[in-house]
């Protein structure tokens, strides 16, 4: 049986990355409960699923009041339409948060993940996953047959590895790249303004 699971990520201007959210069809799969109790399931992977297996806004919601902390914080947002629903507005101001909406066609100047963090996520599963059909076609050299597709638990530690392989000085650039500074980065007191200059 072929599986796919989607994963969705958030970041810090400080480095750090929240756990990413793995995402998967209830469709052959039906009691998350159970999905729970079979899988290995990693600390930096947090798992969801509904029917279709696509992200919905009750999905989002359920990720926010997980992960986010009750503190001051911008979340910054691309055009996305789960991200624009009156349930997502109520978590963001239930947790204390602010939320910007990026405008269409700038996410990948001004999204600090679809600056850097994303490709370089998709590039090592890519690497894993490379990896782990290396050995496998490793172990069965003297046998025949087809290669196994990979299953929810493998997929799973795949995103696992691949996100904890992003480092953290990664995850400063994309901000720094993007202009989305943390309030106490030295580049928001670096630039010393000359008033004179600005006096017309």
């Known amino acids: 049986m072929n599986h796919f699971i989607t994963v969705m990520l958030m970041i810090r201007a400080d480095g750090e990355k929240n ?26 992977v947090i798992i969801k699923s509904n029917k279709s297996g696509y992200i919905s ?50 996410t990948k100047y001004l999204q600090p993940l679809d600056a850097l963090v994303i490709a370089n996520f998709k590039s090592k599963t890519t690497d894993f996953r490379i990896k782990f059909q290396t050995e496998q076609i490793e172990r069965r050299s003297k046998r025949t047959g087809n290669l196994k ?3 929810r638990q493998q997929l799973i530690n795949i995103a696992s590895k691949a996100w904890d392989a992003v480092s953290p000085q990664l995850v ?20 010393q303004v000359n008033m004179k200059k600005l006096i017309i």
């Open 57 to 106: 806004d009750q999905i989002l919601n359920d990720y926010l009041r997980t992960i986010l902390r009750r503190e001051n914080q911008l979340l910054i947002y691309d055009q996305a339409g789960s991200h624009k629903t009156i349930m997502i507005s109520n978590a963001i101001s239930d947790l204390d948060a602010t939320k910007i909406v990026i405008p269409g066609g700038c």
């Open 149 to 151: 597709a990979l299953d």
């Open 172 to 191: 400063r650039k994309s901000f720094e790249l993007t202009g989305s500074y943390g309030v106490n980065h030295p580049k928001i007191f670096s630039h």
């Open 19 to 44: 756990a990413c959210f793995a995402h998967f069809s209830r469709e052959k799969w039906p009691d998350p409960n159970l999905v729970r109790e079979r899988l290995n399931i990693p600390e930096n």
